[in-house]
């Protein structure tokens, strides 16, 4: 039994909220209700599919004096992981290589997903770009933001 329906359950179902138009099906629900998606996929590779649908999941909670993004990434280390902040935009993208050793064996099963991935948040508010910071433990990146002084991003212009 699936935990979700699949996309042709919910094409049978005729509720207003799990039709193929509901803001709440995920990306790889719409993905396979595209029409061109069996005829890609005799072309392309699955691998290359799934690698690029990678969205590590992440938190976003507001505090009084700054946001703390919590994201998983299982498997990652810092050292494959970078972030950016550009205006009021959050970037982590991050890159795993597959392991030497597995390229040379014979695998018959591959779940683990190696590869890239980019994802961007758009925070509520301007922030403060020096005061960024980042720690990851145990698969979990958490990032620290501060809020910029709304009298830091505004300024009182003398008309000459």
């Known amino acids: 039994m699936a935990l979700y329906p699949t996309s042709n359950e919910l094409l049978r179902r005729g509720n207003l909220f799990d039709g193929p138009l ?3 099906m995920s990306d790889n629900q719409i993905w396979d209700l595209r029409p061109w998606r069996s005829l890609l996929s005799d072309f392309i590779d699955p691998s290359l599919t799934s690698a690029a649908s990678f969205r590590p999941k992440l938190d976003l909670i507001e505090r009084p004096e700054e946001y703390k993004v919590r994201c998983d990434l299982p498997g990652f280390k810092k050292d494959d992981v970078s972030i950016s902040v550009k205006d009021q935009t959050l970037t982590i993208s991050g890159k795993q290589e ?7 064996e014979n695998l018959h099963i591959v779940e683990r997903r190696r590869g890239s991935f980019s994802r961007s948040v758009c925070l509520p508010e301007p922030v403060a770009k020096d005061k960024v910071q980042a720690k990851m433990n145990d698969g979990v990146l958490e990032i620290c933001i501060g809020k910029a002084n709304p009298e830091e991003s505004s300024a009182k212009i003398e008309i000459q």
């Open 98 to 104: 597959a392991e030497s050793e597995e390229k040379k």
């Open 22 to 24: 509901s803001p709440f």
